[in-house]
Structures are given as C-alpha cells and as structure tokens.
Nanobody, 126 residues
Framework: QVQVVESGGGLVQPGGSLRLSCTVSHGNLDYYTVGWFRQAPGKEREGISC????????VYGDFVKGRFTITRNGPGNTVNLQMNDLQSEDTAVYYC???????????????????WGQGTQVTVSA
C-alpha cells in the first residue's frame, strides 16, 4: 500500500521560513496530483495549495497571499511547500495528500484526495 509521508515541520519564529516536503513510500509522486492542507486546534482542516499531475498547474488558498509556494522536485520525487513570512496563525499540523487523477487541474478541497499523510507540526512562536 502506498503511503504519503511529510517532513520538514518544526518551530520557527514569526517572519521566518520553513520548507515542507511530501513523498510516497512506493512509486513516483509525478503520477499524482498533490495537495497541502493544515489543521489548527479546534478548527477545520483547510486547503493551502495543490499542484496537478501532468500540467503542474497550481492553486492557492486566499490566505496564502503570496507567502507559500508549491513545487515538484523531480529528481527527488517530492512535492515541496516553501513557506515564508510565517505568523502565529500559521501554527497547525500540516498534511500532504495525493490522488492519481487524470484531471489537469487540482483542487484544495479535502474530498478530492484519496491518500493522506500523518501530518507534521509547524509551530510559529517567539
């Protein structure tokens, strides 16, 4: 069974940066559309960004406001989420999700994805 694995979370000061990475236990992530989500305590899981299979089209949530960038790292078989200018409200568990869809657009709706990672904690605090 293919598993989605996130890495790169941690503690960062306000205004700082982190890069999260997503990969799969078997196969090549290039064959999947991939999304990043986050869930803060007491809140719903929300979509951050996604990148489509085949076309690498991207979508971002409104709250990102140019601070986050999603990319594929082909040789490393990962999808990265570069997060800049992090603030306390960005504190959450961050999840990667994947789906082997043939669609050329991606979605930041949770229901679009079939496979989910266990999450990685991001804490923004002084």
């Amino acid at each position: 069974q293919v598993q989605v694995v996130e890495s790169g979370g941690g503690l960062v000061q306000p205004g700082g940066s982190l890069r999260l990475s997503c990969t799969v236990s078997h196969g090549n992530l290039d064959y999947y559309t991939v999304g990043w989500f986050r869930q803060a305590p007491g809140k719903e899981r929300e979509g951050i960004s996604c990148i489509s299979r085949w076309t690498d089209r991207t979508v971002y949530g409104d709250f990102v406001k140019g601070r986050f960038t999603i990319t594929r790292n082909g040789p490393g078989n990962t999808v990265n989420l570069q997060m800049n200018d992090l603030q306390s409200e960005d504190t959450a568990v961050y999840y990667c999700a994947a789906v082997p869809t043939g669609e050329t657009m991606c979605s930041i709706s949770r229901t679009f994805y079939k496979m989910w990672g266990q999450g990685t904690q991001v804490t923004v605090s002084a």
